[in-house]
Nanobody, 120 residues
Framework: QVQLVESGGGLVQAGGSLRLSCTAS????????MGWYYQTPGKQRELVAE???????WYADSVKGRFTVSRDNAKNTLYLQMNSLKSEDTAVYYC??????????????WGQGTQVTVSS
């Protein structure tokens, strides 16, 4: 059980940068998988970047080399550094945590979303 709150979205020109933050209501040290998803009208929510408790990373092809996901366990916070932003990056970005219960069933937890708009 965890609550997630995103911040850092906004309006930025193409080529600019933003840093999204996701602060959890409890320690994230034991959360195996945390990541960022984005969603635009007419499309399903898609995984952008993910990091495990062991430091393994995954990025969607569309953001490789431009975005960096990281976690600060001391601050219970997940970050997404977004550089060289493109208009195609415009979307609502959601923080996600995957947590297993005592029966080892994995549950998804979501933040409320933060809007990122990239102008041409």
């Amino acid at each position: 059980q965890v609550q997630l709150v995103e911040s850092g979205g906004g309006l930025v020109q193409a080529g600019g940068s933003l840093r999204l933050s996701c602060t959890a209501s409890r320690s994230i040290i034991s959360i195996n998988r945390m990541g960022w998803y984005y969603q635009t009208p007419g499309k399903q929510r898609e995984l952008v970047a993910e990091i495990t408790s062991g430091g393994s990373l995954w990025y969607a092809d569309s953001v490789k080399g431009r975005f960096t996901v990281s976690r600060d366990n001391a601050k219970n916070t997940l970050y997404l550094q977004m550089n060289s932003l493109k208009s195609e990056d415009t979307a609502v970005y959601y923080c996600n945590a995957k947590i297993r219960d005592e029966s080892l069933i994995q549950w998804n937890y979501w933040g409320q979303g933060t809007q990122v708009t990239v102008s041409s």
